[in-house]
């Protein structure tokens, strides 16, 4: 198959990158630990010329080889690479926002070999408290694509687990209301930088059972204290002799977790005037979605699956919207 | 006035030494930069004996001379000199507690100059999620003493701003309830090493309407989301040119104090079943008494007012309790 499409998810600390054929066939993947705080730094000629451009050579290094094979394909790139701190600022596409909105609102930067690599925009929500995804709304797309036809139509809540975790509601294929939690990047400030960290032994493995108390302390009425209070209980428990120092890690991730998800459903109950939360579809990393999957069940969602292959599927849907590659026709 | 009490308030990063005279008259006082993480480290003679013992060294360092001129006062120090992490580890005098408990669960630790350091045990609350305090259970003591005797026995909500901030419901003189809020120590974390930091322009002054906005929006119906979620609005709200770096440290300390004040302020309606709010003793660090102070307005508390010399009249009152010191006779 020949490939049509460069397709790179580029963020704050890392870059995906895959080589695209006909209909968003996986023909060829990378990972590299450059995103844009971690960009390649020793200067090279690229094409005769000479750049110690960090964006220019971390681009030549991730996909210089595709290029050079397939010169006619497309290039594409989203997440943090679009930010005012990537390779070039692109102004937030507004919420509401379907996929040909933010199609419709890529930048370009033309690159040292000559062509053109397209920026897809973040989105903004203008709400009292705004909110700000870049890369998120790629994945929301893919998982939209992904979904039988009669289904993409239908109200989705997206949970999209990481160092920032945004829970989307999609409406009829349009990113509707979402909402930040900054829960994963707490967590790791907390451990490495407050007394929390001091008596926390990490463990290779996951320890569920420790991981399951914190989230049953957040759901608990002692919960309702809120997060800065109850993640002392970490410390607490541990001087008490009931938390082991090799438990204290997971039981924090589980009680950080759980506040995000206690806060979560309140706000759709609330919402909605039920008492039964909706169906959870999860976007991101294999074993935090795990985490998220385990804490959800215990806090009352009782729908919950996994979206695969949602960033390259949303880069090849956004190419498709802006016309840089084409629908397959039927051969002939 | 001769000396009898060498008082030491002695923390994780601090420690304050204070010279009482009879009443517990203040004779003389200092500050070191020698909590119990940042201990002397130079090996030094001390009555003959070469050390290089930390506490040894910092002990003399904060107050030998006194000690020299005064052999007789008796010593006695609060705060996390008495942990497992401390000189000596006190084990932690059960709530609820009031200053006789405490004075009997204090522990002695013999110098090398061959007198005793009395230790001041903290205070452990064996709750669901239990509690502890070293050193604030000192300070409540010495504002009872600071009341007018008619007034001791009234039930007092007294706020410890700090890194851990303690709320502790004093009822009859006796510690009966207390609660921990990580506020400080997770600002300090979020501030330095999340994103959150990398747009904070720390200015000089305190910008007293950008901490009123963060409490604002901890208080508002946005702010039901809790705080993992609303402090991204710290970023978002400057993305958006709505919150000036200058402005964004000011904003989210008011933000997470807000939160914190928002959780207690619920807790003791519903405890009470009253939707006034009690009165509000504060004791600690003038400057962030003041943030506390303001926040705590804007969240409804009406009556607040700060404790002086909490800490120097509790380690005299203890000392009484103990019978180190003894009570000033009418002098012949």
Known sequence: MQ??????????????AYLLGPEGHVLDQRSLDRGIMQLSTIPRTICGESTNDGFELTFDEACGDWLDAYPDAAVIACGMVGSAQGWQEVPYCPSPAQAADVAAGMARVRTLRGIHVHLVPGVLQRSALPNVMRGEETQIFGLLQSLPPAERDQTLLVGLPGSHSKWARVVEQRIEHFDTFMTGELFAAASAHTILGRTQKRSASFDS???????AVAMSPEGSIGVLSTMFSARSLGLTGQLASSEQADYL?????????????????????????????????GALCQ???????????SSVSQAEQATERGLWSLALAAGLVAQQLQEV
């Open 209 to 215: 059972v420790a991981f399951e108390r914190g989230v």
């Open 291 to 301: 985490r998220y999957s385990q804490a959800l069940a215990l806090c009352g969602f």
């Open 253 to 285: 991730s589980g009680l950080m977790i759980g506040h995000e998800l206690r806060a979560l459903a309140e706000m759709l109950r609330q919402r909605s005037g039920l008492a039964t939360l909706p169906a959870v579809v999860l976007i991101g990393n």
């Open 3 to 16: 490939p049509q499409l460069v397709a790179l998810d580029w963020g704050t600390s890392s870059l995906r």
